[in-house]
């Protein structure tokens, strides 16, 4: 099992914006995503629903008098949060999801051994900022990071020196596993950094 690290190429002021729109058409394709089924699907007990959570993220509704949000919930809305990048956004080409602490352990190795880069990537991926959406402050699952067009600049320029080809990671596939896979996501995250930059667009990443 374990947590795993995943991002979407996302324009990040509209998905700011339909926060809380009263858009019914947008709720109702949200519904239909694969992530808001993975999520409706484990929904706890005495807690806000999947469900819940995107009606009062995208329908205005609220949680209570009181209250717009359930804080005591606050995962549910940022999985229901997911399921909206996951209609407004796009995943990746570079779709591969890195293993939290397994696999990013041997991506920060082996990018300091190898290239001279010296990072935490799980810290860079997963930066803590995505206050902008305006959700409850969430206290442990999912994890979320953004870059934005100058963020992901500054991610290019500390990737541009790496050039890992096809040749390399059939020959690593034959003789070491691990660093075939860390080389692989190091270049699916300069992939998909580029991408992004191309596109205009930001890229948001989660964890869980």
């Not at 209250?67 to 990048?85: E, P, R």
């Not at 939290?100 to 900022?129: H, P, R, W």
């Not at 790496?162 to 080389?183: G, N, P, R, V």
Request: with cysteine.
């Amino acid at each position: 099992m374990g947590y795993y690290i995943f991002s979407y190429a996302l324009d990040l002021a509209k998905a700011t914006s339909v926060i809380r729109t009263r858009d019914p058409a947008l709720f109702d394709a949200v519904l239909e995503t694969e992530e808001f089924d993975l999520y409706a699907g484990q929904d706890q007990k005495g807690y806000t629903t999947t469900r819940a959570a995107l009606e009062q993220l995208l329908l205005g509704k609220r949680h209570s008098l009181f209250s717009k949000y359930d804080k005591a919930s606050a995962h549910a809305y940022w999985y229901a949060f997911i399921a909206i990048c996951g209609h407004l956004g796009e995943r990746l080409p570079a779709a591969h999801e890195i293993k939290l602490s397994y696999e990013t352990d041997l991506i920060d190795a082996y990018l300091l051994s190898d290239f001279g880069i010296t990072v935490k990537i799980d810290e860079l991926l997963l930066n803590g900022e995505g206050g902008q959406f305006g959700l409850p402050e969430i206290q442990d699952w999912p994890l979320c990071g953004v870059w934005n067009r100058e963020q992901l600049t500054v991610q290019q320029d500390r990737f541009s020196a790496i050039d890992i080809t096809d040749e390399q990671l059939q020959e690593l596939a034959e003789t070491d596993d691990e660093k075939e896979m860390a080389y692989d996501s190091i270049r699916q995250i300069k992939e998909n950094v580029t991408y992004c930059l191309e596109k205009q667009l930001g890229m948001i990443t989660f964890c869980h």
